[in-house]
C-alpha cells in the first residue's frame, strides 16, 4: 500500500511489469526477417552522438535490418563498455557491432565473451590491444589535429575529489578538423550539439580485445585529422579486420560515405552467416 503512495514508484512498477513487452518488442524486429538478419548495434564516439548515423540507419532499416544506436554514455571505457554491454543483452539472435571513433574502444571491450556477437565493425575507429588507450593511440602515430582544438570543461564527480574533465572541439575548427567533407552549414550545427568526451574516458585502458576472438571489419578514412590513417591501418592489420578505404573521407566517414559503411557492414554479415 505504501507503494501506492509515490506516484514515481507507481509509474516505475508500471515499466518494470511492462519490462517482457518491452523486451518482446525491441526483439520483433529481429524475428520480422525469418531469423536471417543480425541486429546492428551502432556505437558512438566522442563529439557525436546516435544522429551521427542517422543516413546509415535509414540504409540499414531499408535493408531489413534491425538496427539499435544506444547513447554512449562517455565518462569512462570500463563504464562506458559495461553500458553497451546491459544493452545487448537485452537483444536476442545474432548481432554485429559497429563502432565509430570511441566507439570502437567501447565495442572491443563490450563484444568480449559475448556469444551471439559475430562481428565487429570499425568506422575510422580504435581498435585497442589490451592495456592501450584511445588517447595513447592517436598520439602514437603523426597526423592528428585534434589535440590543439580541443576545450577543456571541468564537471562535478561527488565521489571524487578532483572535478572531472570533458573536452570539447574548438566550435572555430570543429568543421575542418572533424567532419571537413560536410558542408559547413552543417557541421556549424554538429559543433553546438556536440557531446563531450571526459579524459578518464579516452584515456581509459582497455582490457582483452573482443577482436582476437571475433572477426573484425574496418572502414578506414584516408583524410581522417582526428585519428591518423596510419593508426587505423595498424590498428586494423593488428586485428586482422577486412579493410575497406574511403578515399578522401573525414573522421565521420558514416555521415559523409554512409553507402561504404553500410556495403562493410554487409560484407560482415554475409561472411558470417
Known sequence: MAFERHPRRRVLGGMLAAGGALTLGTAAPASAHSGTRPTVVLVHGVFADASGWSAVTERLLKAGYPVIAPANPLRDLAGDATYVRSVIDTLPGPLILVGHSYGGAVITNAGRDHANVK?????????????ESALELAGRFPGSQLEPALVGRPFPIPVAEQPGLDGYIDPARFHDVFAQDLPRAQTRVMATAQRPGSVDGLAGLSGAPAWNTVPSWYVLATDDRVIPPAAQRFMAERA??????????????????????????????????
Do not use: Q
Request: aromatic residues 6%.
Open 119 to 131: 562481428a565487429l565493425v570499425y568506422v575510422a575507429a580504435f581498435a585497442p590491444d589490451e592495456g
Open 240 to 273: 586482422k579486420s577486412k579493410v575497406v578505404e574511403a578515399r578522401g573521407a573525414s573522421h565521420v566517414v558514416m555521415m559523409s560515405r554512409p553507402d561504404t559503411v553500410v556495403r562493410h557492414i554487409e560484407a560482415a554479415y554475409r561472411a558470417t552467416r
